[in-house]
């Protein structure tokens, strides 16, 4: 009997994990039908899609506020899907503001409610946990500090491990030569790579004072900067948002650009933890809307943003939050680590070790059994 499921991601990094985790699940049970939303990762593992997440990335409260007609609409329409299909199981993927509400819209006693990659309860404080125990069935938690905090708080959870740890295992890098050649970079230069994030709002607000700065660092140490282009955002963004002509952008190939970098400039998210996992010293970068800033300050927990700072419980890289995000500044910061041969190798093996905290397990083979194991 054909399984039908709702699937919700909302980002590029939940389309990875998305992916990733359908593709588990139809090994196990191969007559599985997925529904929702997701990216072209997803689609290519069988979505049949209702909204791509290039239509969903808003980034904080302002924007959120002004999409608020179109998030109901979306909204709308995936409850009459689920309807429609008569879907019994859904996944959520991360993407916390718009599928815990969903959450909230879809529970009823004949539907079950899994979440895989919880939403920072641990960097927004409490309020969210009430939602998760009233309409989540099951979390599947990246982190062993969130399966503590979950079940402190009586809900049903499984730590999975993190996907990111199997999916570079398996990655087939390519050599630096090969990656040199074919995007026609400099092979006697060393590379300095600025990821400015997978959305185009946040890419607006943090390349152009980043590029600045990898410019900067670049002149002063002869590397070449290459910014890494995530599949959602076009290539001719950057050169819309910069008169600077010195660098080069490469779409595609983030991991194979980390593995092959000297250094990174980061914005704040999954790729600082991509990083990490490769020992990338990097310095990590986050400049969103001034009142949504205003906002966050208020309501967020922590002492750092970065995942890579995050997970190790201590400031291994340097942070640039907001107006910090300036040419002098990432100037001054890299240039204190490129000068400093025994700290930058220090960063490097402090990366190297988050892989131990994050165990060997393989996150979506692990949230595949438990999901297919205890469905409807």
């Known amino acids: ?107 009823s006693p004949g539907l079950k409610i899994f979440y895989y990659i919880s939403p920072q309860l641990w960097a927004w404080g409490s309020g969210r946990i009430e939602k998760i125990k009233k309409y989540v069935d099951k979390m599947l938690v990246l982190f062993p500090f969130e399966e503590k905090l979950y079940k402190d708080n009586g809900i049903d959870v499984t730590f999975v491990g993190h996907p990111l740890i199997h999916q570079l295992d398996e990655y087939k890098f390519e050599e630096k030569e090969q990656l040199v050649s074919k995007y026609g970079l400099n092979n006697s230069k060393e590379i300095l790579l600025l990821l400015p994030g997978s959305r185009k709002q946040e890419v607006e607000k943090i390349f152009p004072e980043a590029i600045k700065g990898a410019i900067a660092v670049a002149k002063e140490f002869n590397m070449q900067v290459v910014v890494g282009c995530a599949d959602s955002i076009k290539e001719e963004v950057f050169g819309h948002l910069t008169n600077q002509k010195d660098f080069k952008v490469v779409k595609n190939v983030t991991y194979d650009l980390i593995k092959h970098s000297a250094f990174g400039i980061i914005k704040s998210g999954t790729s600082t933890l991509e990083a990490a996992l490769l020992g990338l010293p990097m310095v990590i970068v986050y400049k969103t809307n001034g009142l949504t800033f205003r906002i966050g300050k208020v309501l967020v927990k922590l002492k750092n943003i970065g995942l890579a700072n995050i997970v190790a419980g201590k400031t291994i890289v340097p942070e640039l939050i907001q107006n910090e995000v300036n040419e002098s500044s990432i100037f001054k910061v890299t240039k204190d680590i490129l000068n400093n041969r025994e700290l930058y190798n220090q960063i490097k093996s402090e990366l190297l070790e988050l892989r131990k905290t994050l165990s060997e397990k393989q996150a979506s083979t692990e949230a595949a059994q438990i999901i297919c194991g205890s469905l409807i």
């Open 1 to 107: 009997m054909n399984t039908k499921f709702l699937i919700i991601a909302g980002e590029a990094s939940g389309d990875l994990h998305g992916a990733s985790l359908m593709r588990e699940m139809k090994r196990i049970n191969p007559d599985i039908s997925f529904y929702g939303i997701g990216g072209d990762k997803m689609i290519t593992e069988g979505l049949q899609q209702v909204y791509h997440i290039n239509k969903m990335a808003f980034l904080g409260f302002v924007e959120v506020i002004k999409h608020l007609p179109f998030i109901k609409k979306v909204r709308s329409e995936v409850i009459n899907l689920v309807k429609q299909n008569k879907i019994k199981n859904v996944i959520l993927i991360d993407y916390p503001g718009f599928n815990l509400n969903l959450a909230k819209k879809l529970k």
